[in-house]
């Protein structure tokens, strides 16, 4: 469980430093994600992205167990 965390910190770790090269990947302008815009403020809703994310490490934890 330790290590599961220990990589888990270290993933989120390497999205942040490389953030400006990951918010450009088509992964999070996905038809579904819903990006609203009013004067002053910004709401970003990634629906579709997380719901692939969600999937994709459904499949790869399974896989590893």
């Known amino acids: 469980m330790r290590t599961l965390i ?3 910190a270290l ?3 390497l999205i942040g430093l490389f953030w400006p090269v ?3 990947m088509p992964l999070f302008r996905l038809p579904g994600d819903l990006v609203i815009e009013q004067p002053g ?3 970003y809703l990634p629906l579709t992205s997380m719901l692939i994310l969600s999937v994709l490490l459904m499949v790869l934890l399974r896989f590893l167990r």
Do not use: Q
Request: proline letters at 0%; a positive charge; aromatic letters at 0%.
């Open 6 to 8: 220990i990589i888990a």
């Open 11 to 13: 993933a989120l770790l």
């Open 22 to 24: 990951v918010s450009k």
């Open 41 to 43: 403020a910004r709401i």
